[in-house]
């Protein structure tokens, strides 16, 4: 007998199928609970009571995704998908009209195997079609909702949904209409683009009838564990997956076809709005960052808790009314090729100003108004955070930004510390870090503080108007007072400072790691 040096029970009646959402990966729901979360979440974020006699009403889905990076890996899990498709094509249940639905497969070999299983079809009847392979709804490129909808949802003030098998589902991620995001496995996302709507059980709700009248539940189309196994192992095999990546990065002819300039060096384009040399490197020199005090910073944003990645960097698309819109059109740029932020994040003045530009953001500076926007204190105007931005450094004026718990938690992008660090932003101020965020944060030379344990901005009746000045600081110092300037009146309190290796010491006083690692280069060679 094998004796461990941990026991772990586990009663499996206790396991329950669930969903996460509406807005963070770590919130857990189970299907029992949907319909309260769902309707409390509704009841939070609605400004107006309209009549929904007809038509699309709160909680309707109107994005189901199967994406690429997290589920469609497990062949299982996809398997069993098209094997739950199957049976509710032959029940007679179709997607709801208003559902935009798709398949984005990590991988060929999916499509591949799904084939040969005879699953696809299945999928494409339920309007699951194969639309590319990589990155697409989860990351914000779902393109736009069914036309006859889009003004249905603005005139009602819906709060309508999406549901996807992706990894992220935070606020302004998956489309700029939607403002819940559920993640499920593939087969609940298929399961609840039959019913259309986010707000129900569907373990226990009806999913449609038959061709009879009779209501079909989700345990009539549910595959089995035996069902699933038994098609992965008639289907899948090795071969499968050596053959499609044999010839990975030998490309097609659009990228054999690609002219390049016959040097060592890359031919900078200076029209290029897709990439442009990085502006870190300007500028750089042997000298060591000064570690002078910051003095009379405006605060650019006073934010709350959870502020993560997504909101401080956003991926998806964007308007022409945008900072990074109004750019591209100056440059002869057509609405239709804006493309994505995330695609353009080799051109740093469409990352500039983007930063911060997530229509969720909630900048309590301008508390009646949701996205990119701040107060430029000096003249008292509303206007976008790049904009604003820009008026400071035009002024020679330092910003810091106030946050609650968690700042910068979500996906560890590296733009929302550069994006940071190009609007000028010098040192940030939070409850608390996401770790890697923090990391970052530091690796870009911008200054992370802590409130110390149990303070806050309103727990110490800090002024947004006022100007903070912060100490100058020593390597190894472990905090540093603040001093809240309004009208004369000085207040200081007392903040951690969180770079907390020798290493993160030496990437800021060398104004972050790029500098550092490309000094040391110059220095070795």
């Not at 003030?157 to 589902?169: E, K």
């Not at 204190?377 to 509303?382: F, I």
């Amino acid at each position: 007998e094998i004796i461990y040096s941990d026991n772990l029970s586990l009663d499996i009646s206790s396991v329950q199928p669930c969903l996460s959402g509406p807005k963070r990966p770590e919130d857990r729901v189970n299907l029992r609970d949907v319909e309260k979360v769902v309707t409390d979440e509704i009841k939070k974020q609605k400004k107006s009571k309209v009549e929904e006699n007809s038509g699309i009403v709160d909680g309707a889905i109107m994005i189901a995704a199967i994406t690429s990076c997290t589920n469609t890996s497990n062949p299982s899990v996809i398997i069993g998908a098209g094997l739950l498709a199957k049976k509710a094509v032959e029940k007679g249940l179709k997607v709801k009209d208003w559902v935009k639905t798709s398949l984005a497969p990590g991988s060929r070999v999916v499509k591949n195997y799904l084939e040969k299983a005879k699953l696809s079809q299945y999928f494409d009847k339920l309007g699951f079609n194969i639309i590319g392979y990589g990155c697409t709804t989860c990351i914000g490129n779902s393109g736009p909702l069914k036309d006859k909808y889009i003004q249905e949802i603005a005139d009602k003030d819906l709060i309508v949904s999406s549901i996807l098998s992706g990894n992220r589902n935070f606020e302004g991620r998956i489309h700029p209409e939607i403002k819940m995001n559920f993640l499920a496995s593939p087969m609940l996302v298929i399961a609840y683009s039959l019913v259309g709507q986010i707000g129900l059980d569907i373990s226990t709700e009806s999913l449609g009838k038959d061709a009879s009248g009779k209501d079909v539940y989700l345990d009539d189309i549910w595959p089995s564990s035996e069902e699933i196994a038994s098609i992965v192992k008639d289907n899948i095999d090795r071969k499968m997956f050596t053959d499609s990546y044999s010839d990975l990065f030998d490309g097609d002819s659009n990228w054999k076809d690609i002219s390049t300039a016959d040097s060592e060096y890359f031919d900078w384009q200076d029209d290029s709005t897709y990439i442009q040399p990085s502006p870190f490197f300007e500028n750089i020199n042997d000298e060591l960052h000064k570690l002078d005090s910051i003095k009379k910073a405006y605060p650019l944003l006073i934010l709350g808790d959870s502020v993560t990645t997504d909101h401080i960097s956003p991926a998806g698309s964007f308007k022409d009314t945008t900072p990074a819109g109004k750019f591209l059109v100056s440059n002869g740029t057509q609405v239709a090729d804006f493309n994505s932020y995330g695609s353009r994040r080799g051109n740093y003045k469409i990352m500039q100003r983007g930063t911060f530009a997530n229509i969720r953001i909630a900048n309590k500076l301008v508390p009646e108004t949701t996205g990119g926007f701040t107060i430029h204190m000096p003249s008292n105007e509303e206007m976008s955070i790049f904009d604003a931005a820009e008026k400071y450094r035009n002024s020679n004026d330092s910003l810091i930004i106030f946050a609650g718990k968690n700042y910068g938690c979500g996906s560890s992008r590296d733009w929302a510390a550069k994006g940071t660090k190009l609007l000028g932003v010098r040192a940030v101020i939070a409850e608390s870090f996401e770790r890697i965020h923090r990391s970052n944060l530091v690796g870009m030379g911008v200054l992370p503080l802590e409130y110390l344990d149990g303070q806050t901005f309103e727990s110490l009746d800090l002024d947004k108007n006022s100007q903070f000045t912060i100490d100058k600081i020593n390597i190894s110092d472990k905090s540093v007072k603040v001093t809240s300037t309004k009208d004369s009146i000085p207040f200081i309190f007392t903040v951690k400072i969180r770079i907390d290796t020798a290493m993160e010491w030496n990437y800021f006083m060398n104004d972050g790691i790029l500098n550092y690692v490309l000094k040391n280069i110059a220095s070795s060679s």
